[in-house]
């Protein structure tokens, strides 16, 4: 079994920065692919930004990119999700995302975003 655990979540004023982590249980070069994905009230759940763990090629949404960076600590087997710059609008539930080869997804229990005007 597979654990993904998230941290960093919190509330923040407009313009003001987070940092969220995913710890995974097992070595991060036994995964495809992470990737983080939020969940806004009343609206599907959509990717943020990902990240192939072998070659590092990244993956923005158009809404993030300038402002929201991956990036992973492969000794510690964590990604990041560097949030810069955040707007009301950023507010929802983060989500961790593994795919593992033969796998498939595994998912973390999310983390709360809470961005005030």
């Known amino acids: 079994q597979v654990q993904l655990v998230e941290s960093g979540g919190g509330l923040v004023q407009a313009g003001g920065s987070l940092r969220l982590s995913c710890a995974a249980s097992?070595?991060?070069?036994?995964?495809?692919?992470m990737g983080w994905y939020r969940q806004a009230p009343g609206k599907q759940r959509e990717l943020v930004a990902s990240?192939?763990?072998?070659?590092?090629?990244?993956n923005y949404a158009d809404s993030v990119k300038g402002r929201f960076t991956i990036s992973r600590d492969n000794a510690k087997n964590t990604v990041f999700l560097q949030m810069n710059s955040l707007k009301p609008e950023d507010t929802a539930i983060y989500y961790c995302k593994a795919n593992l080869p033969y796998r498939g997804d595994y998912w973390g229990q999310g983390t709360q975003v809470t961005v005030s005007s």
């Open positions: 990240t192939i763990t072998r070659g590092g090629i990244t």
């Open positions: 097992i070595s991060i070069f036994s995964i495809n692919a």
